[in-house]
């Protein structure tokens, strides 16, 4: 009797079933016919940045197109789901969002901006690969996120996470005005399909009558204006008033590019921690008298080995402090001696007509 209402009731479930499954199709087949146009998806990709697509990898075979065809696909779902543009960009951002937010892959590649104003801002971004680094929407993110802390140093400092995004004709589209720095990077790599991190952030502002300047390496010849994986900034001041405003910019434009050509790690030999020292002149010591056989190391008299470790320490200078480093610029002759900033400095105070010229701190970023 048991099988028997068994069986009795599989006409019923099939139907119902059967029921379910046709109206299910009506539904998505209305969906389905919705007219999306190519112009369309065109422009949703251009407003989301979603036509960025990984590069396929050297050994596969399809069409090089191919890689694009998952977001085109997922902007033309996010179209016939919604039937707005507005709508379909909310739609992209938070199906993106919820993958973004569970996302756990390294941000390897990185990229760094300089913004300049009364202070000035090195910014790094990293993402998952050098392929989205490379791309418009990534630089030109970066680029407003750089200037945007130069102009807030305060708060780029302290919390930069947390700023606001400001409306204006320089925003760029791809971010939210009114969001915050983490909010409108989540939905950007929801949009991109990676992961974009804040990386460390370096400010600088002058001191009463100073100035900061800048200058960032670019990293290929299509990279764009202002982004690089070599980035300085160097604060200078006079005590005197100077006429030439100019030409003390353009003097402290030619410093920031020697610090980032040189990478100093100090400013002056007075701001070098003891402790530093200390341990640079013991490796200088050890790898002296690893230089010499057994028999010389345990008789070198002392005041020798005090004269062998000046003469590294200077070279430790030399190499190492802004101030005693050979200054690094193009020469316009072969015989001119090439001189050490501090000199540098003081020919340069002098054709401005100041009577020194005073380097306050500068901040160096290299990838």
Known sequence: MRRLGQLASLPLQRQVTWGVSQSSKVLLGQRRFLAV???QVKELRDRTG?????PLPQNCHRPQHWCYLSCENRCREALKEEGDLEKAVVWLK???LRSME???ADSDEALLSLGLAEAGAIVELRAETDFVTRSEVFQQTLRHLAHMMAASPDAAKDQALDMTIPDGPERPAQLRAGATLSEALLELGSVLGEKLVLGNVHVLSPRPGGIVAGYVHPKSADSMRGTGRMAGLVSVRSPDSHSSADGFRAMASRLARHIVAAQPRFLDIDRIPVETLRKEREVFKAAHLAQLNPRMSGTIDDKVLQKVLDGKTMK???ECVLLCQELV???????KKVLP???W???EARELGVSRILVEDFKLAVL
């Open 341 to 343: 900033v501090a000199e």
């Open 345 to 347: 400095l003081e020919a």
């Open 37 to 39: 146009s190519a112009a």
């Open 316 to 318: 430790f200078y030399q």
């Open 329 to 335: 610029m193009p020469q316009v002759s072969s015989d």
């Open 102 to 104: 569970k996302r756990a």
């Open 94 to 96: 938070k199906r993106g």
């Open 50 to 54: 979603a036509s960025m697509g990984k």
